[in-house]
């Protein structure tokens, strides 16, 4: 039997239990749309068996079921099942609608938790619907590919506290996003488009116990170990911060980096202005102005990323294991991230097989990317190259993993031995060595430049 005390306590345990779940509310009551609206395509929505039904048709862009009122802090769940798994769908998140877009029918924009059932399996990520595209691809979390269950209900959860946006797909975290950009804004549940694959014309998406807390929120913490996308300039979350990551530029000085070959910050060539760092244009020329840029100190195994805006044409690049050793004359030696306009600079006609474009290991290794991966020029891109103990390299661009090699294996050699760095010896090969920024005469722009040692 239960004494008094014991019972008082259980008895106040289940009323804040109750409480807590009374916080969340039904966005959606299983029988009416009421609160909702069609837009944009013209894909049919309808109620039937306490669900919300959408049905995929030929002929017609993406179809969006938008809530009427907009939502800034919140915690949403709900339950999706998507018929077939060379489809796409999702729900987007604090969006917004342009009714002049899409031809007069409305186009919605704004960041969506993709539902993706087909090979890439990206179900959980983060996609800035026409607008900036994939902002936290499942790349950056492969480990959460897995989680998606085809042609059964899925239960998702997203969290938009602040600027702060995560996901989980059937209870696992996936995806972390830091955004400056729509503090509020409606929630939308997306029948995609099916453009020429008729295939999927009258296949179905199915929402239910769609449920949304606004109240009462609390931050529920991500596990160790999970990459955060953060695009507010310059700046590091205490998630970030715990997990090790420190910030290479500080968005106001040059503190931390000297001159390749100097012991100071070049007094010309470069600008530091407005939370960016510059190279400033000098007519193309390789390192003539103010020269390459170096951390001051060295690293081994790594996770760095960086933003970059290019100017049309330029050219320019992110290396690494630069040791300095080699006191040559133009731009110090290293490995390079490459840094370019594919599409007007000349350098991506060089090489070999494309292996001087942009997020190319340059000269030896060509990049393999997408062009709807690629943001326009003068728009801020995000780069990224990891480095683990056991020598494996990766490099990223806007999320997407574009190619990966192994430090002096065989493999690796056999591409330096044919390359413009064939005459070095080990190249390539250093235990440590610095992070260099390249002065290659044009305008190029640099933020948010992080790292993680390994």
């Not at 503190?255 to 193309?284: H, L, M, R």
């Not at 235990?431 to 948010?448: E, S, Y």
Request: proline letters at 4%; aromatic letters at 10%; hydrophobic letters at 35%.
């Amino acid at each position: 039997m239960l004494s008094f005390k014991k019972y008082s306590i259980l008895a106040l345990s289940l009323i804040s239990l109750s409480a807590a779940a009374q916080k969340a509310k039904p966005l959606f009551d299983g029988k009416t749309l009421t609160g909702w609206k069609a837009v944009a395509g013209a894909a049919p929505y309808k109620v039937e068996d306490g669900m919300i039904i959408g049905t995929m048709t030929k002929g017609t862009p993406n179809s969006f079921l938008i809530t009427e009122k907009e939502y800034g802090d919140f915690v949403l769940e709900l339950d999706v099942k998507l018929e077939g798994e060379t489809t796409n769908s999702g729900v987007q998140t604090r969006s917004h609608i342009k009714p002049e877009g899409n031809n007069g029918k409305g186009l919605v924009f704004g960041r969506q938790l993709d539902i993706d059932p087909t090979p890439r399996a990206w179900t959980g990520g983060i996609y800035d619907e026409a607008r900036r595209l994939w902002l936290y691809p499942l790349e950056l979390n492969p480990s959460a590919k897995p989680l998606y269950k085809k042609n059964e209900f899925n239960h998702y959860k997203i969290e938009c506290i602040g600027n702060e946006t995560k996901t989980w797909v059937n209870g696992t975290p996936v995806a972390y996003v830091i955004d400056t950009l729509d503090k509020s804004g409606f929630i939308g549940l997306q029948v995609h488009g099916i453009g020429s694959n008729l295939d999927n014309d009258g296949k179905k998406v199915y929402f239910k116990n769609i449920n949304i807390q606004t109240e009462g929120l609390k931050v529920k913490a991500f596990p160790k170990g999970i990459y955060t996308v953060n695009l507010t300039p310059n700046t590091l979350s205490a998630y970030e911060k715990s997990a090790g990551y420190k910030l290479l530029f500080d968005g106001k000085s040059n503190a931390g980096w000297v001159g390749a070959y100097k012991t100071t910050f070049p007094a010309k060539g470069w600008k530091i202005a407005d939370g960016v760092i510059s190279v400033e244009p000098s007519g193309g020329a390789e390192s003539t102005n103010g020269g390459d840029i170096v951390t001051k100190a060295e690293y081994t195994a790594f996770d760095l990323s960086f933003e970059f805006k290019l100017t049309p044409g330029a050219n320019s690049g992110v290396k690494y294991f630069v040791t300095l050793s080699e006191k040559n004359t133009g731009s110090a030696i290293g490995l390079e991230y490459q840094v370019l306009d594919d599409v007007l600079h000349p350098d991506a006609k060089l090489g070999r097989d494309g292996n001087r474009t942009l997020a190319s290991l340059y000269d030896l290794m060509t990049s393999k990317k997408e062009a709807r991966f690629l943001r326009p020029i003068g728009s801020w891109n995000n780069g990224r190259l990891v480095v683990y103990p056991n020598n494996k390299v990766e490099h990223y661009l806007n999320g997407v993993k574009v190619l990966e090699y192994t430090r002096g294996s065989e493999e690796f050699k056999k591409l330096v031995a044919i390359s413009k760095y064939k005459d070095w010896k080990n190249f390539g090969e250093a235990p440590k060595g610095h992070i260099l920024l390249q002065d290659h005469g044009n305008k190029v722009d640099f933020r948010t430049i992080k790292i993680k040692t390994l």
